[in-house]
């Protein structure tokens, strides 16, 4: 693996500038602890359980599926077909569908059966997106800095989504501009593992991929070292956002620490 090699390269494949909104997804038995539980702590998400027999299911989907579209919305449509994803159906607890039930911060906060008018609908949704919600499985402090603290221990462990839930409303405080240095990392982790941060360009989203995996393995040099190949695949906007994440994992590590120092050097 080369150290640190600044030479930039364009790929030839264009990929669509800014962010696509996933607004619909399928999940399944096999996926439904990222898509749904973990991106939770992202965005609120609306899991619709249905299956092909069933008339009412194909009644509310469309009428789900049209709203989840609104470009304005900050909710996304999980799809789950409870013939072939059995396991998690019987863990929600779902005896009869249509079933719906929204997730927040890891957790259940509303549920609903059957098909029911749009304003209803509307309002369930409303509800979802501001409600209160207590992070499951993670201890929030309410001091700065032991919070800061919390949030410096997930990113080094590459937990990315325990860490932005941590880094959404972080105090008016000392530490958060530091707090603000450590977002774009918890960010990157958090979109490329449930694939929200994928570009359409294969070479970069491979390194984008193994800097990921090599976060979640705590070895920071590994992932600087994919990051910094990243910027050599990428257009101009993905050049940007690579060194923002860069300069997000330096902050992390430390100016005295010695991958830093040795990054600051090849620069």
């Not at 640190?4 to 096999?30: E, L, M, W």
């Not at 013939?83 to 911060?105: D, G």
């Not at 982790?189 to 570009?199: F, H």
Request: charged content about 30%.
């Amino acid at each position: 693996m080369r150290l640190f090699s600044f030479g930039k390269k364009k790929d030839n494949k264009k990929k669509k500038k800014g962010k696509k909104r996933h607004a619909i997804i399928d999940v399944t038995d096999a996926n439904f602890q990222m898509q749904v539980i973990k991106r939770s702590y992202k965005q609120p998400v609306m899991v619709d359980f249905w299956a092909s027999w069933c008339m009412p299911c194909r009644q509310l989907g469309p009428v789900l599926e049209r709203m989840a579209e609104d470009p304005d919305g900050t909710w996304i449509l999980a799809k789950l077909n409870t013939e072939h994803n059995q396991y998690t159906a019987n863990k929600y607890n779902i005896r009869s569908i249509p079933a719906v039930k929204m997730f927040r911060n890891g957790r259940v906060i509303g549920e609903f059966t059957g098909v029911i008018p749009q304003s209803q609908i509307s309002q369930f949704i409303h509800e979802g997106e501001t409600a209160d919600v207590p992070m499951q499985g993670v201890k929030v402090s309410k001091d700065p800095a032991k919070r800061l603290q919390q949030i410096r221990h997930h990113l080094k462990k590459g937990n990315g989504f325990q860490a932005y839930a941590l880094l959404k409303d972080f105090p008016d405080s000392p530490e958060a501009e530091e707090a603000a240095r450590l977002s774009p990392l918890a960010n990157f982790i958090c979109d490329i593992e449930d694939g929200d941060g994928l570009t359409g360009i294969d070479t970069l989203d491979e390194q984008y991929q193994k800097a990921n995996k090599s976060l979640q393995r705590s070895k920071p040099a590994a992932a600087l070292e994919y990051l910094t190949q990243a910027r050599e695949v990428g257009e101009d906007i993905d050049v940007a956002y690579t060194n923002e994440v860069i300069e997000s994992l330096l902050a992390l590590l430390g100016e005295n620490h010695k991958i830093t120092k040795q990054y600051r050097a090849t620069a």
